[in-house]
């Protein structure tokens, strides 16, 4: 009967990167996925990767910062792996604040525009707000989760899809594998990266929702229409490098509802024309819909959990393409036995379960 040393629920980019971490560590690593690998939240990600205070909260932080500086050298080895390109820009962003922010002494991210907006994006429309720029990253998630995907079977690790897993197997009070509605799967750790569907999984009901974007992509009118990834209270607009520009997004309390709306579509398409008036002239390629997996604190549920053998990395809401890197890194480090660079404290399953 075959085994494996770890067993990842969730075939996302936090389960791809977390079992390709594993394998550098030597461990033989199945990664089984209700669906397709890769086609749900990271899918519909925008993948702005956003690790200043603007949006990610304070306990968060030294994550999010550590995780962004990883990018470069996380895509770099991925595309090196899969053969297989990602599209990584790091043309920064401009920020219109919905209040007014003023510059933090010392910020590495907020600072002052470094020429005339005229002159950086001359396709905006012109505004008196308030103007910043962010020096932060964008990445396309599709071609992310795609290379992530490559990379971890070149790796060598096994990949079943189309299986929810309905249950995590123990003996003697601890992990033995993973029940699915077609088999059962045998390794002594399972860690749970099930996104969204976290809780559905027992024993633990870890307190996971799934909370709805909704976006579109748009065909700009020119290449190279923007540069920079433009960010105001109406939406905020991410150009790709094949002329694609993406729009978003809502955030919902929808349940696992993924259909869009016509309504929500439109407003968002008119909040960008009205940012970038040629984009009137675009056409819609795609509309969509994401389920980010949100707790009650917004805060990831990262760490072991009280059942030998069974961990838990979920939880990311919208952060989950920009701490991939990171939970990687500090997941396969706790399933070694080894101290992690980091207090996980603030995101134990325990603090649901006291």
């Known amino acids: 009967m075959k085994s494996w040393d770890v067993i990842v629920i969730g075939g996302g980019i936090i389960g791809l990167s977390l079992s390709i971490q594993l394998r550098k560590k030597g461990a033989s690593v199945l990664v089984v996925e209700r669906g397709e690998p890769g086609r749900e939240a990271s899918y519909a990600a925008g993948g702005m990767l956003v690790d200043c205070l603007l949006e990610t909260p304070g306990a968060l932080q030294p994550l999010a910062t550590a995780s962004a500086r990883m990018y470069p050298e996380f895509v770099h080895e991925m595309e090196v792996e899969s053969g297989m390109k990602v599209d990584l820009r790091d043309q920064g962003t401009i920020f219109f604040p919905a209040e007014k922010v003023y510059e933090s002494p010392g910020s590495p991210w907020l600072t002052a525009l470094p020429a005339p907006l005229s002159e950086l994006e001359p396709s905006l429309a012109e505004t008196n707000r308030p103007v910043f720029y962010l020096q932060e990253r964008s990445v396309d998630p599709r071609a992310l989760t795609a290379v992530a995907l490559h990379a971890a079977k070149h790796r060598g690790v096994d ?196």
């Open 159 to 354: 990949v079943s899809s189309g299986e929810p897993v309905t249950a995590v197997n123990l003996s003697d009070g601890r992990v033995t594998g993973v029940t699915t509605k077609k088999t059962a799967y045998h390794a002594p750790t399972v860690v749970n990266c099930a996104g969204a569907w976290s809780g559905q999984i027992p024993p633990y009901a870890f307190p996971t929702r799934p909370v709805k974007g909704q976006m579109l992509s748009l065909v700009s009118p020119s290449r190279g229409l923007l540069k920079h990834v433009v960010r105001c209270p109406e939406c905020y607009l991410i150009p790709r490098s094949d002329g694609r520009i993406l729009v978003g997004t809502t955030v919902e309390e929808a349940g696992f509802d993924k259909r869009t709306d016509v309504n929500t579509i439109q407003h968002l398409h008119r909040a960008a024309i009205a940012i970038v008036p040629e984009l009137g002239n675009a056409k819609i390629l795609e509309d969509w819909a994401g389920l980010r997996p949100g707790t009650p604190d917004a805060l990831p549920i990262l760490g072991a959990t009280s059942t030998p053998g069974y961990y838990v990395a979920t939880g990311h809401f919208r952060d989950g393409i920009l701490l991939a890197p990171i939970t990687a890194q500090i997941m396969a480090d706790v399933i070694e036995g080894k101290n992690p660079d980091f207090d996980l404290a603030p995101f134990s399953s325990a603090r649901f379960f006291n």
